[in-house]
């Protein structure tokens, strides 16, 4: 390497240039810094943020607009609502506290699944398990107990909202009927845990309960013309319910398998298929203005 | 053994006995919001009737107005921020529940050691009342159906075009009392019953009662039928000698028809009233289809049997009134 010399005519070595270069990139990563630390003030404008939500985050309202429709968990509410509808006065926010309610029930029972065996040698102890051993085992369980209760009651409460503010009426007519299954889902699924930890008060629950069956019309054993059908204790509906003649380990793993798929399945497909209506009757029912005698088509 | 508020406070402080506890407060507080609702629309309404000129042009909500505000709101912030609320309410609600109630537990499930009281969930429990008066058939099978069913009918037998939207009692006072009545009246009554009334055995209890796992309780119903002295001795005159031993329970067979005839009648006769009251509600009465009115008249005299059935046998100790070999009801 030849000897340079500077325009002073100096002479410089590698060691000055060395200093140079790196004071000049020294320079370029505190401007870069500088500027990124900025951009970081906004985080929408990442390349990351945009990659994941698909949007300019500009204040307009096409963009407000598209918050909303491209956004995959977002879509099932339209971009723009009736101002009033927005006001908890009129839909009370029940059925959305349903669903809510709905996932948290997904959530934590998800996670009892971790702990729990359908057996009649286990359940009951897996149960303690959880209540004395498993890191906030307790009050996993309790919140998958009592959001269960509160779903049950949010359910109740939301059909008495829509029936007194007369949302059933057409074109809502079928998704009403669509909650009634839901309703009916619900309390399904809520019975069917309560055997689950097989104690004595699942088990005399359970027991009172599918002991109606046999006296089911036609398909129990005890039921007005039942008998004449050729039904007994072994191959009547009860049977098929408890996958035996009395509450033992099959009725524990019938119940569990539908507790913890067919039944959150079914009643997820529903859901889909009530939301997917409120959207296409119109969205929410009101607060519509009020008609008058008057004006009704006699 | 009254006045025991011990055995009352363990009722109501069994953790599975809570959310029914609650709806005791919630059911009111949300009947009373309905209503507040539906009177303030209601106040609008007899006003606007009253005025054309103001009908006209009124934007008939009884919320804050004003024709420059936008008539719509973006979802994102207005709509979500609330939902947001909604769920971080719920989510504290439940918290505490969880962190102060602990879910019940009992002994390990064990067929020969049955517990007493054995309830069903609080949901169920009217359900489970209804063993009380009807046969497992129709308490556990039948009612059920109907329910579903009734419930799923109900658009579809409302020919009333008003309110639909808004809150309003005066435009839909028979669909808000048929649903008040079936909702709170019935369903939630028999539920609060099954959870605070029935002790061991399924027995009644009233509120401070003690409960006594060894009462014994003598069945004195009976049925319609002996009380009316029914024993077929006339019949056997006219029955052909082979159906002569079955006199007796041909005899009541056909008895129990009359009463159930008569309720039929009466509950239709008191529903025709009904509808017919208002010169609005005999227009819409009119609109119906026969279907629509068939219908609508099966399910409220069903409806209304259950009450009946109850009344006979808590105050007249009535079995069955209508016994057959097949079904009693
Ligand atoms: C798992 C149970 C249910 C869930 C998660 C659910 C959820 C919802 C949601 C989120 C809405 C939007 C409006 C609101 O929040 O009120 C809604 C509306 C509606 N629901 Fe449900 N619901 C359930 C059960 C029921 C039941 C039991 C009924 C009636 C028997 C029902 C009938 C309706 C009707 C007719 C609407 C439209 C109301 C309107 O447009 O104002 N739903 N539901």
Redesign the pocket.
């Known amino acids: 390497m030849a000897d340079q010399k500077d325009a002073n005519g100096r002479k410089t070595g590698v060691l000055e240039d060395l200093k140079e270069k790196s004071r000049e990139f020294g320079e370029i990563v505190k401007t870069k810094t500088q500027e990124q630390l900025e951009e970081l003030k906004k985080p929408q404008e990442t390349q990351l943020y945009r990659s994941i939500f698909r949007i300019k985050h500009d204040e307009d309202p096409r963009n407000r607009a598209l918050s909303t429709l491209n956004n995959l968990f977002f879509h099932i509410h339209p971009a723009k609502v009736n101002r009033d509808?927005t006001r908890y006065g009129?839909?009370?926010?029940?059925?959305?506290?349903?669903?809510y309610?709905?996932i948290v029930l997904v959530f934590t029972g998800v996670m009892l699944m971790f702990y729990y065996h359908p057996t009649k040698v286990q359940a009951f102890r897996d149960i303690l398990y959880l209540e004395n051993d498993v890191p906030f085992g307790r009050l996993l369980r309790n919140m998958h107990r009592w959001a269960a209760h509160l779903?049950v009651m949010?359910?109740?409460l939301?059909?008495f909202?829509?029936?007194m503010?007369g949302?059933?009426k057409r074109p809502?007519?079928f998704?009403?009927?669509?909650?009634?299954?839901?309703?009916v889902?619900?309390l399904l699924l809520s019975f069917t845990g309560y055997l689950l930890p097989d104690d004595q008060l699942g088990f005399w629950a359970v027991t009172v309960g599918t002991n109606m069956a046999r006296a089911t019309p036609l398909l129990g054993h005890q039921g007005p013309f039942g008998p004449q059908l050729g039904m007994t204790p072994y191959n009547d509906v009860r049977f098929a319910l408890l996958g035996g003649s009395i509450v033992d380990a099959n009725a524990l793993l019938r119940a569990y398998i539908w507790h913890c798929i067919a039944i959150p399945l079914i009643?997820s497909v529903?859901?889909g298929v009530?939301?997917w209506?409120?959207r296409k009757?119109?969205?929410?029912?009101?607060p519509s203005p009020v008609m008058l005698e008057a004006e009704t088509k006699a | 053994m009254f006045g025991d508020w011990h055995q009352l406070w363990v009722i109501i402080s069994t953790p599975d006995n809570i959310p029914i506890v609650a709806m005791l407060g919630l059911v009111p507080f949300f009947t009373w919001y309905a209503f507040h609702n539906m009177l303030a629309n209601d106040r609008l309404i007899a006003q606007l009737e009253a005025d054309p000129q103001l009908a006209r042009t009124h934007h008939r909500t009884t919320y804050p107005y004003n024709s420059r505000w936008e008539r719509e709101l973006h979802t994102n912030p207005f709509l979500m921020r609330k939902e947001l609320l909604a769920a971080i309410i719920i989510t504290i609600i439940l918290m505490v529940w969880a962190l102060t109630l602990n879910a019940p537990l009992e002994e390990p499930a064990n067929a020969s050691v049955t517990m007493n009281p054995a309830k069903a969930p609080w949901y169920f429990l009217g359900l489970q009342e209804m063993l009380e008066y009807f046969d497992p058939w129709i308490a556990g099978v039948i009612v059920p159906t109907l329910i579903i069913v009734g419930?799923?009918a109900i658009?579809f037998i409302d020919a009333n075009p008003l309110g639909n939207?808004y809150y309003t009692y005066h435009q839909r006072r028979h669909a808000v009392w048929t649903f008040l009545i079936g909702f709170e009246g019935l369903w939630l009554v028999l539920v609060c019953i099954g959870t605070f009334i029935r002790g061991p055995g399924f027995m009644w209890y009233w509120p401070t009662q003690t409960w006594d796992p060894d009462r014994v309780e003598f069945n004195v119903n009976r049925n319609l039928d002996q009380i009316f002295g029914i024993n077929g001795n006339w019949l056997v005159h006219i029955l052909p000698a082979s159906l002569r031993p079955e006199a007796v329970i041909i005899a009541r067979a056909l008895f129990g028809i009359i009463p159930m005839v008569v309720y039929g009648i009466a509950a239709a006769l008191f529903i025709h009233w009904i509808c017919m009251r208002t010169e609005y509600s005999r227009t819409v009465y009119r609109k119906m289809s026969i279907l629509q009115t068939v219908t609508m008249y099966i399910f409220l005299i069903t409806m209304l049997f259950v009450p009946v059935t109850i009344f006979l046998r808590l105050v007249f100790r009535i079995k069955y009134i209508w016994e057959t070999p097949w079904f009693s009801i």
């Open positions: 509808a009129y839909t009370w926010g029940l059925g959305g506290i349903t669903f309610l709905f779903m949010a359910v109740w939301h059909m909202r829509v029936f503010s949302s059933y809502r007519e998704n009403w009927c669509v909650g009634v299954l839901l309703m889902l619900t009643a529903f859901m009530h939301f209506r409120v009757d119109g969205g929410i029912s009101g | 419930l799923m658009p939207g």
